[in-house]
Nanobody
Framework: QVRLVESGGGLVQAGGSLRLSCAAS????????MAWFRQAPGKEREFAAA????????AYADSVKGRFTISREQTKITVYLQMNNLKPEDTAVYSC?????????????????????WGQGTQVTVSS
């Protein structure tokens, strides 16, 4: 029902910036809360940021708070992750996820198991 395609990853030096995009194609209208997760080599997937359907509620992992900003375009159901002051420990595959809500909600889950749809991911590599 939902197809997510990420873009914008790449190689950047420490202190640099990248902007990730996640374009969603949906067949059925619903209220989708969106999130970004990341997985570094040899590590478990971890939550990075999430945003509600309206865009009025956001949540961030402590490790990215103050450096990353999540936003969305409602009409295109596109979600962005602006990443500033990148660090080598931010190196990971970043994946977009969507959670199907029956009604608009400000509740944002940081658990990957709570999300229904996933993109393939985009690689972000930060060199020191």
């Amino acid at each position: 029902q939902v197809r997510l395609v990420e873009s914008g990853g790449g190689l950047v030096q420490a202190g640099g910036s990248l902007r990730l995009s996640c374009a969603a194609s949906v067949r059925t209208f619903s209220y989708y809360n969106m999130a970004w997760f990341r997985q570094a080599p040899g590590k478990e997937r971890e939550f990075a940021a999430a945003i509600s359907w309206s865009g009025g509620s956001t949540a961030y992992a402590d490790s990215v708070k103050g450096r990353f900003t999540i936003s969305r375009e409602q009409t295109k159901i596109t979600v962005y992750l602006q990443m500033n002051n990148l660090k080598p420990e931010d190196t990971a595959v970043y994946s977009c996820a969507a959670r199907n809500e029956v009604r608009p909600t400000a509740y944002l889950s940081s658990r990957g198991d709570d999300y229904d749809y996933w993109g393939q991911g985009t690689q972000v590599t930060v060199s020191s």
